[in-house]
């Protein structure tokens, strides 16, 4: 069974980097897509960033050009690095693994191995 598990996260000061990661064991990482979703308080969950087998990657605009996410195959492992953070990044982070089709990146329901989630809280 697929469970994506995500180290990382915590509190820091607007302006500040934090780095996630999420460890898919189990998964062939070929025949994937990793994506990273967050929700802020009050809010619906929203997908911020994807990554394909080939290394394609995608972002939501809400984070791009702030945030990078890799992957590292041998370690079935997807990374989330967070810059410039903003107290609006503010949110429950976690990480989903499934086969999805190109363009579905961020829809949640495309995806149906979740991590449990990691807090992220930023400060002003």
């Known amino acids: 069974q697929v469970q994506p598990v995500e180290p990382g996260g915590g509190s820091v000061q607007a302006g500040g980097s934090l780095r996630l990661s999420c460890v898919v064991p189990?998964?062939?990482?070929?025949?994937?897509?990793m994506g990273w979703f967050r929700q802020p308080p009050g809010k619906a969950r929203e997908g911020i960033a994807g990554i394909y087998t080939g290394g394609s990657a995608f972002y939501a605009d809400s984070v791009k050009g702030r945030f990078t996410i890799s992957q590292d195959r041998a370690k079935n492992t997807v990374y989330l690095q967070m810059n410039d953070l903003k107290p609006e990044d503010t949110a429950m982070y976690s990480c989903?693994?499934?086969?999805?089709?190109?363009?579905?990146?961020?829809?949640?329901?495309?995806?149906?191995?979740w991590g449990q989630g990691t807090q992220v809280t930023i400060s002003s």
């Open positions: 989903a693994a499934d086969l999805v089709p190109v363009g579905r990146w961020s829809d949640e329901n495309a995806y149906k191995f």
């Open positions: 189990g998964v062939r990482l070929n025949r994937n897509c």
